[in-house]
């Protein structure tokens, strides 16, 4: 009984993010922005624009070294937590 209501529990959450509820648009400097459930998850590439100063912001370029910035930022809860290579 548990395995199917965790089965079930599963499968709605997965067409909760399956259901069509992302947008991507072309942004001015070239890049792509991809907004996921209405802005619960924004990807944005070639965006090298400062965050806001109400975001917990963390540099991934210093986390883990890479050599070049790729200018990809990750905006989660509404722009609540945001992770960048910049």
Not at 69 to 80: A, D, M, R
């Amino acid at each position: 009984m548990k395995t199917k209501r965790f089965l079930a529990a599963g499968l709605c959450a997965a067409a909760l993010f399956a259901s069509g509820c992302t947008a991507t648009r072309v942004t001015a400097s070239g890049g792509r922005e991809t907004t996921v459930l209405g802005g619960a998850m924004i990807i944005a590439t070639d965006s090298f624009q400062p965050t806001t100063p109400a975001t917990l912001d963390a540099d991934t370029s210093k986390l883990v070294g890479a050599g070049n910035p790729t200018g990809t930022k990750v905006s989660l809860f509404w722009g609540l937590i945001t992770l960048h290579d910049y």
